[in-house]
């Protein structure tokens, strides 16, 4: 988002390229987001279980009417809405288009059905095609950047439906199970290594090739002190010597807040974690399964993975420090698209940092905020990232449900430091 | 339910008749229950609105719960339970009975499918039905309130079904309709007349021929003062009145807590009401419509009848005086089986006491409270009604989407005086 | 409050007596109020320990802001407020005398002084003498009724600043005492027995002879079944046998949302009972102390007195069957002026119901409403009673706290069933 | 606290110097700390007008507590406690020291009173004189951080009294004043005018000469792109134009959870801003006065600041830009001792940056994060800046009621980003 004009220009050139592949990436990626539903029944679609999670008829409306909104309603001639209600239901947080259902309130939504929302998929769809095939070269480059926003802005969807149907299968005392589970090659971890780096002036921030979100700008420098990273994601069996050695009852361990929301809600393990027996099992896509020692931890808040690496005697890095490190990795990894949909132990005998994209979003312990010259894009596009920048930390990485395509180096996600539903864990890190 | 040894007793000579009856009225009943589904698609099976409110889905499954629970699971040799999980899904409040699920998080559950609900259902009946016919004679007599009590309580639930649908429609901004509007053949009120009655030693609560809760008895006497009845309804021309002289802007009007929760709700018209470009429409189950004057007002809360008598120079009756007062009066009126779903205008030209059963329950000035003698009984039915006699206040006449044959001049309904989303209305008092 | 006309006029004949009869009255009843407040000092005036609670201050001001504008303001020409901020900082409830401070609130009063508010109550007393004085005989008789409020409001809110300030010492980790203690004749109680009464068709409610508040009356007409009342108070070994009987840990045994409060409180015993090496301690005026099995049990709710009469097998009485079984008790007993500040052991030897004046207030299963008839009066004062009937339950008798020339047997108070910081304990009741 | 073993050993040399700088600095701190008293009565002592507040008396027994707890309990041989609840009682948040009276029931206390508190002070000081008298040289020289410490806690104290007693005198309807209003010498501000910065690689953190907290620590690089500041700060007639031009009604405008806050809280103005017949008066320490347009802008959340520095075109400045830029200028400007107690009218005619230093702390836009390389120290003094490196963000350079020898170019005070009561204004900022 927020591409400067010289950029758009410069794809000119290539328009037609750019057309097609448009035209198939945009098939690709809506059919993907379908494709996740299909072990989904009607009353799946329904349920918000937390304020949080959004209802999956709702994600597949919503993504639809950003496609609507930005696109169709602002440059197809003629266009008309195909409900004159989902302007209203389907409007995410974005003020500056006008009035929205309360988000809180989207379990409270029987209609429109969800053949409904399918067929207003269809429509978008219908239109979009139209679009992209019959838009002038200049028009098709001007919104090439809205275009890409809006498919990376689905996958982001996409990632959320997994995450938000694991949380509803989890309230219910049934425990459903999204898939079964698909088996993983590796079942022992490697030692955990420490990998240096120098630090000193780097260059943090995306380059300006291919996309990249507002917030991954400008690109601008950074001074770094010499730092290590870990070789690998913080295992379960890792997690659990904190759990037995009372990282849930040593308030010293924790920040202030994290203490308190950490005795709020009884915190005793990550989410979805549930002690049978003296064993802990826990909650998957895949239904609830034993917690295996050599898979990454889980499903950690923030207060949590500071929490414990204060005990391991480490820190986490930063976001900088992170993105350095990941400077020259391959954008590799266990995403949504190898099926798991859950993080796998890392492999033997490799060397170098592994992990680093995939499995699970890695807390960094960067507050969320804007770079330095950070403008967002005016207008209501502009509200896509800037004006969370309060009281969020950021992530790295991605995850075992993101979809491949979708992750950058420079990619920033975040979240409170309280939530737990995404898949998140820890990397370790310390002073060189 | 309660109903002692002796009146046990007293159905043995007539069990043919008895078995055939139940076998006749149970199939009724569970009928009468899905039928009330058939305007409903899946995805309105679902959803709760709000905490008081139950997911269509969890009305059908509770009901069969019950029957499962008190006759299934006690009195059928070898039965095994549908589903596990079903006696925590589906137990609503019964303490006795063991753990249950959270109330306000209904909402939460996709899963059981309608589909396996339905099946909960056939799996239920079939069972009934056996045991309805094989029960030996004194089985069936010694079971006999225990069956009248699940077939009342089926029938409660069919009431709660079409509230709570009402509600789950409201909250949504497409305002679906349940079914379309049913003409009434009435447009205009008679005008309202004072009724005298004598008072003195009354006898109140049920006589204990026919089935009661245990709420309706012991029959005792109660003295009294002379009073008078309003002949019919208060009309939503007459409760316009009311908001336009500022009703629900006037703290003397008001009982303390009524004007606190008038307050902190922003109540400015009863539940359901909008004003639009000046006129008042509603949102009824045929949709949204204007608020027509000569319908009895529906939806207030028991403050807002207390409110609007006081106003009106006036009070409530109790409902002892409500009880006597309807002595002789004929249990006929605007019932579910009617079809309106809604109040409709009193009938011209008739004499005596109109609307007393049907169109909308009538607050009264009664707290819920046990009659003197008042003993729950033994066990988990116990619970049934006791443990509730606290902080509500008694309702009396059944509505417009209350069974026919579910009412009597002894019932006694009751809701916290903040509830609006029942079908409530009000008839005026005074001394005489 | 609200004494009819006639009787306004019936007190002209004795004027002089009325007058001095007030002067007399009001000098004892002003000296008391600040009598009590001799243990404090200036810091115990300031504390609002829970919103239920008032700080002293305040509870001294408000009583002068009682006569200040019912009778200065409306009565005494040419009269100048005090302050032109205490209408507003001392107005309790009286909506239609205008705004006022949140209730909530009143602990954040640093200003007025102590000693402003002494000066306010000096200011107030001299021109109240002046209007006693010199109020022609028509307007003194005229005025009686409203004189005999201001009087009797100022006795309930001397018993509130004992009950507020025992909460206030109660949070405070250093519990102070408010005086030593007094020690108490009688240390062993008699067995309880039970008294029969016929019922039948009894008066209820005040007679009009001399003050009574307006939900007293009017005097009308109840019928009532034959019961039977114990002798004396629930003592504390009895009530610490329903503890260790479970009776807290048995929702069967306890009304719903009085179940629900229970849980949500943590409640495990009376309120100011400490567990302490095994045996039960209580915070009482005098400091903490030993619970002594013989003296009343105090400080319960509504729904521990109701749990505990379901355990024990019998019943609250209802607030008729109290007033007529009280008919013909001396109205004698542990009163405020007796010093003990705390129920004590039933005398032995005696006959009769016993301690049905003093003590404790005794809980009856009576929601408080107004009695067939009942009007407020018009304007401000209306507001006194009538708009509290409403989830509030009637407690009479009487208890240590009380100022004894206060109490009346037709005397009603009132609790939410939840409250525990009022002086409220327990007399059995069942059918005869 | 945290100075490295080096550093302790360093001052040994000269440790009768630091004897005497100790007890001269003790006297002086503690007396101006109860000189701060001086205007208030005994009952405002009491109270805690908010859950941020806390009574005057808590401070000056809490400031004790620090000098009991830290010094004489752990160093000064046979030292008794003074009073066995103090330690309850007066622990702030030393999870560590033991479990603490609840924060937000402070205000709940009358006792100890006014006067115990003033005793615990004496005997406090007493034995503090003692110890810094006859401790050895290397103990001195040991212990020296931590009396560096005591003595900044007890200036934060200092402080936070006149926060809390300004808002204490706001919520009373009756808004008592501090202290008459000293008059301020200039009534006209200067022109703002940037001051441009190179930016580069910049030291930022405490150099180690002199005390500084832990927080300051260590001084490390960062990089800084070209920056400039406004030459002062905002004033109030500035952001008079932000709220006429619709500044709290645009969410445009706003960090989304700024916004919520906003809306929640009905925000219009800063905190303490009254609208009166269409002018803005608003509450200071000298009472209700005037808002006059040139002085400093004041009570503003982060939320409000970053709102007015985006609609002015603007930003704030990081808390590294703030410390570059700071270098070089002179410590000097408004504080506490200066007796305005408010911010002052920049004065004309300087040079360079102006009001870098008093007047009002300076929302920067940098969250609140430990520095590289930051290490709590151990034990529960490690407990008093990181664990709250968590939703807060840094501001800088005091304000009117900060003691001026408590103020530091490396100085980083925090709050939460809707916090208002604190003295906090707006520097605005940009990219070079």
């Given at each position: 988002m927020g591409l400067p004009e010289a950029q758009a220009e410069s794809t000119m050139g290539k328009c037609d390229d750019l057309r097609h592949d448009f035209l198939r990436r945009y098939e690709q990626?809506?059919?993907?987001?379908?494709?996740?539903?299909?072990?989904?029944?009607?009353?799946?679609?329904?349920?918000?279980?937390?304020p949080d999670v959004s209802p999956t008829k709702w994600h597949l409306a919503h993504t639809s009417w950003f496609f609507e909104t930005f696109f169709l309603k602002a440059h197809l001639g003629g266009y008309r809405e195909f409900n004159p209600?989902?302007?209203?239901?389907?409007?995410?947080?974005?003020?500056?288009?006008?009035d929205r259902h309360c988000r809180q309130n989207r379990g409270q939504l029987s209609?429109?059905?969800?053949?409904?929302?399918?067929?207003?998929?269809?429509?978008?769809?219908?239109?979009?095609?139209?679009?992209?095939?019959?838009?002038p070269d200049a028009g098709l480059a001007a919104l090439a950047p809205v275009i890409e926003l809006g498919l990376n802005h689905e996958q982001q969807h996409q990632e959320l439906m997994l995450m938000d149907i694991k949380h509803v299968f989890w309230v219910n005392p049934m425990r459903p199970a999204y898939l079964p589970r698909k088996a993983a090659a590796q079942s022992e971890a490697p030692p955990m290594r420490w990998q240096e780096f120098a630090g000193?002036?780097?260059?943090?921030?995306?380059?300006?090739?291919?996309?990249?979100?507002?917030?991954?700008?400008?690109?601008?420098?950074?001074?770094?002190?010499?730092?290590?990273?870990?070789?690998?994601?913080?295992?379960?069996g890792e997690y659990q010597a904190f759990i037995d050695d009372g990282g849930y009852r040593r308030p010293e361990l924790w920040l202030s807040t994290g203490w308190a929301t950490c005795a709020a809600e009884q915190w005793n393990a990550p989410l979805y974690w549930i002690s049978e027996d003296g064993k802990w099992v826990h909650h998957t896509l895949a239904g609830l399964r034993a917690v295996e020692r050599d898979e990454p931890v889980c499903h950690v808040s923030y207060f949590e993975a500071d929490a414990f690496a204060r005990?391991?005697?480490?820190?986490?890095?930063?976001?900088?420090?992170?993105?350095?490190?990941?400077?020259?990795?391959a954008i590799e990894g266990n995403f949504v698209e190898d099926g798991f949909h859950h993080p796998v132990v890392a492999s033997a005998g490799a060397g170098g940092l592994q992990q680093m994209f995939g499995d699970v979003w890695?807390?960094?312990?960067?507050?969320?905020?804007?770079?330095?010259?950070?403008?967002?894009?005016?207008?209501?596009?502009?509200?896509?990232?800037?004006?969370?920048?309060?009281?969020?930390?950021?992530?790295?990485?991605g995850s075992a449900v993101t979809p491949g395509s979708h992750v950058r180096r420079t990619y920033r996600n975040f979240f409170a430091p309280d939530a737990r539903w995404q898949f998140a864990g820890i990397r370790l890190a310390r002073e060189a």
């Open positions: 990626i809506r059919s993907a987001t379908e494709a996740l539903c299909d072990p989904l029944i009607t009353e799946d679609y329904i349920v918000q279980s937390m209600h989902f302007g209203y239901l389907f409007n995410s947080y974005y003020v500056t288009v006008g209609r429109p059905t969800v053949e409904e929302v399918y067929a207003y998929r269809r429509h978008t769809d219908e239109h979009m095609r139209r679009l992209l095939r019959d838009l000193g002036v780097c260059w943090v921030g995306h380059e300006g090739e291919g996309f990249a979100f507002d917030n991954e700008g400008p690109r601008h420098r950074e001074f770094l002190e010499p730092f290590a990273l870990a070789s690998r994601l913080v295992t379960n005990w391991a005697g480490g820190r986490l890095a930063s976001e900088m420090e992170w993105e350095e490190a990941a400077d020259g990795v890695e807390w960094t312990r960067s507050p969320y905020a804007g770079y330095p010259g950070y403008r967002p894009s005016a207008g209501a596009l502009g509200e896509y990232n800037g004006k969370f920048m309060c009281n969020q930390f950021v992530l790295r990485g």
